[in-house]
């Protein structure tokens, strides 16, 4: 039930604003983590240096923007939990266009279309 309120959440976020795409995965990826940890306490941050993206992790599941993303696409593109107060209070780094890989990255039944 926890992951349809997280997809639903994720939605209304994303249609809000025509550029939500967008800004979410091309440089505010990291403040989707701090609106998301705001309402789900136990969102986790990973980030992945090969993507230069942050994702979230909640209840053992990890999105972003778009939805729901695969296990498979985490280990691949190395996403590694960040903790380090020091990185995540100098996190809100912006990404560039076009940065983040695409292929076979979200649960086809969990994308947000």
């Not at 136990?42 to 599941?61: F, M, N, Q």
């Not at 939805?67 to 990404?95: F, H, M, Q, R, V």
Request: hydrophobic residues 30%.
């Amino acid at each position: 039930m926890k992951n349809k309120n997280i997809i639903k959440f994720l939605k209304e976020l994303k249609h809000s604003y025509h550029k939500n795409e967008l800004i979410y995965t091309e440089g505010s990826c990291f403040r989707l983590y701090s609106i998301l940890k705001t309402v789900f306490e136990d969102a986790l941050p990973y980030y992945s240096t090969l993507d230069g993206h942050w994702i979230i992790k909640i209840d053992g599941r990890y999105y972003d923007i778009n939805g729901e993303i695969w296990l498979e696409y985490i280990i691949n593109k190395e996403y590694t939990l960040i903790e380090d107060e020091i990185t995540l209070t100098s996190a809100y780094i912006p990404t560039y266009k076009r940065q983040c890989s695409s292929y076979s990255k979200y649960s086809h039944s969990k994308t947000l279309k």
